[in-house]
Structure formats: C-alpha cells, structure tokens
C-alpha cells in the first residue's frame, strides 16, 4: 500500500544532543512537509519541500534543519534539542500544483527530550 | 496572516445527538480541510471541501463550506462514541500550506 513511513515512532534524547527523523513515503507526492504538534496543541508547520526547493517557515527555529535527499525521503535535523522541543513530529506528503490535493499524514514520531 | 478559529474547543455530547463544529477562517480561500486524530496517533484526512457550497458526507459526519462567509462545518449525526476524538479543520492558501484551526476534542458519552 502506498503510504508515508516515520522512523523511529518513539525517540528519547538527551538536552543538546543532535537528533534525525526520518520520514519515507510511496505515494510519489511531490511536496513534503514537517509539523511540529506539542500536546493538545494544532499542528505547527516548520517548512516544506515543493520537489527540491525549501521552503522555511517564518518563524521555525534555526535549530530545526532540513534533508530531501530524494523524492522518496525527508529528514529532520535537531541540531540541539531543548526540553521545549519534546512533541510529536508529523510528515505529510501531498501533490502539488496544479491539481493539489489533501496531505496525507505519517504516524508521527513522539520526540522526549530528557 | 490567516486565522482559523474552532468552536467549540471542546464539546461533550451524548450518544445519539446532534451537534456541529464550526470552522471560521480570515482571508480567502476556496480550499479547506477537515481532520481526525484520536489520542496520540496521526492525523486521518476527512474531507476535501474545494469550491463554494461544497457538501461532502461520510457516515455520521458531513461537513460543508461556505467560502462568501469564510466558514466551514462539521455536523455530527446521532452521535456514537467511536467518534470520540479531536477534530482540527485547515485552510490552504494559494501558497499551498495549511494553516490549522486549534482543535475540537470531541467526547461522546453514552
């Protein structure tokens, strides 16, 4: 089944230490994005990727990078994780332009942060 | 900056009632979204609303859009408890990214 694909789903690390997530999809979307849901909260938008080209959001933080090595894959970089940024992290894929359609979402990777 | 605003944040409805959310947005857009997520899992796409009077239906749920009023909702038919859950509508610009309203958190009780 196509599908978009989150490793790990469940990420422990330490105050300062780097972290990557890795999120893969099959549905040959060509936009790719990373949101940020803290608990009981939306999910926040960090930025996304139209084919190759990146797109940040204003107001991300420069600790969080990106990664689209391919269509397929897309990483998240936490350069130096705080206790702040303990949240679930989403990838969603959707097709873009002209006919773009809904996003569709990984299962997320829970992030802590100790 | 486009605002998306959710009410009621949190509603607690017994089985086999009916209610609607309501999805107000600030600036133009003719293409809105609805969403579940159950507790710590994923979001689950609903609907696709995508012109003006746009009405899709999908069991208990049925959502429409209003995109003159800038509005959207999600009424909820006979209520059971499996739909207990948080329901997030999100409204597209033309840039293409979302922006999501806060969130319903949905409890039926029986």
């Known amino acids: 089944d196509a599908m978009v694909i989150q490793n790990p789903r469940y990420q422990v690390t330490q105050f300062g230490k780097p972290v990557t997530l890795s999120c893969s999809q099959t549905?040959?979307?060509?936009?790719m994005y990373w949101y940020q849901q803290k608990s009981s909260q939306a999910p926040k938008l960090l930025f996304h990727y139209y084919d190759k080209d990146f797109n940040n959001e204003a107001d991300t933080p420069d600790n969080f990078q990106s990664r689209r090595p391919n269509t397929s894959f897309c990483f998240l970089d936490i350069r130096s994780p705080g206790l702040g940024d303990a949240a679930m992290y989403l990838c969603?894929?959707?097709?873009?332009?002209?006919?773009?359609?809904?996003?569709?979402f990984g299962p997320g990777t829970r992030l802590t942060v100790t | 900056e486009l605002k998306v605003e959710q009410n009621p944040l949190f509603l607690s409805m017994q089985e086999g009632k009916n209610y609607t959310i309501y999805c107000n947005y600030s600036?133009?857009?003719?293409?809105l979204y609805w969403y579940r997520q159950d507790p710590g899992k994923s979001l689950e796409s609903l609907f696709v609303?995508?012109?003006?009077?746009a009405v899709k239906q999908e069991g208990r749920l049925m959502a429409s859009l209003d995109t003159k009023a800038r509005l959207s909702t999600l009424h909820i038919t006979a209520a059971v408890h499996d739909l207990s859950a948080t329901y997030f509508c999100?409204?597209?610009?033309?840039?293409?990214?979302?922006?999501f309203g806060d969130g319903t958190t949905l409890t039926v009780k029986p």
């Open positions: 969603a894929t959707s097709r873009g332009a002209p006919r773009r359609a809904e996003q569709y």
């Open positions: 600036t133009t857009s003719d293409r």
């Open positions: 999100a409204v597209e610009t033309n840039a293409g990214k979302s922006t």
């Open positions: 609303l995508l012109s003006n009077g």
């Open positions: 549905l040959n979307h060509n936009v």
